[in-house]
């Protein structure tokens, strides 16, 4: 599908980049996120359309805004059967030092009002800053438009004074999380080594480090500190899958 013909102002120069990476996207079978950038150019031509005075332009633009919306109507039916069918997967690779990956950015396409419940399988809830991850992973949970009313977290105990810490502070967030209307159970083994996170609406994310993936920041007062979006991430891959029921750890 060619954007010829879309490049006369910003915003029609917008959509042709969009839908050209679409495209692109595309051809290399990268169905999710060519349908974002499908999704995302043809907003941009309908704005445009809304601008547009010519009818013969006019007609141009609804023909292509047609042909694109056809095209992701084709890709969204087939990731929601690949979803029906248990077999999506997509795969987020994660550089070393690289930003823009906080828990709102990466789980947030995953959230919606239908998610109640969560499974947290991760071995290393251990110390001070694994409970702030952990705490900060149920603060996002608890926002719109989640209505999250069970968490599940199963992680090891720790060893020697440490277990006091993190004991400590597994039942504050779990009071914290009451306050909210949201009950926290904590479970312990000692052989678990997977690390996943399961939404009781069929989404699983398994991230190769767990929820630790955040370098320490420079310093207390060092871009990053509290805008994780802007903290420098350790190299980890992240892999999504879409289950029709999700079981019970």
Not at 80 to 91: A, M, R, T, W
Not at 142 to 147: A, E, G, N, V
Not at 209 to 218: A, E, T
């Amino acid at each position: 599908m060619a954007e010829s013909g879309l490049r006369q102002d910003p915003q029609s120069t917008a959509a042709a980049t969009v839908l050209k990476r679409a495209v692109e996207l595309d051809s290399e079978s990268r169905y999710p996120q060519a349908l974002v950038c499908y999704q995302e150019g043809i907003d941009l031509l309908l704005q445009v359309l809304k601008g547009t005075k010519d009818n013969t332009k006019r007609c141009n633009l609804r023909e292509k805004i047609s042909k694109y919306m056809d095209r992701a109507e084709n890709i969204k039916k087939y990731l929601d059967q690949e979803k029906e069918d248990g077999k999506y997967h997509k795969q987020i690779k994660i550089e070393e030092n690289a930003t823009g990956f906080s828990y709102e950015s990466l789980f947030r396409e995953y959230l919606n009002e239908t998610v109640t419940e969560v499974w947290i399988e991760d071995p290393y809830i251990r110390h001070t800053h694994q409970l702030y991850n952990f705490l900060r992973f149920c603060e996002m949970l608890i926002k719109r438009p989640c209505k999250v009313k069970t968490i599940h977290l199963l992680t090891s105990l720790d060893e020697g004074i440490e277990q006091v810490q993190q004991s400590r502070g597994l039942q504050e967030i779990e009071e914290s999380l009451r306050s909210h209307g949201v009950l926290l159970e904590v479970q312990y083994s000692s052989s678990i080594h997977d690390r996943e996170i399961r939404f009781n609406n069929g989404w699983m994310i398994k991230i190769g480090r767990g929820l630790d993936y955040f370098k320490k920041p420079q310093s207390r007062f060092s871009l990053g500190y509290c805008d994780f979006d802007l903290r420098p991430c350790h190299e980890t891959t992240v892999d999504i899958f879409h289950k029709k029921h999700t079981k019970n750890i």
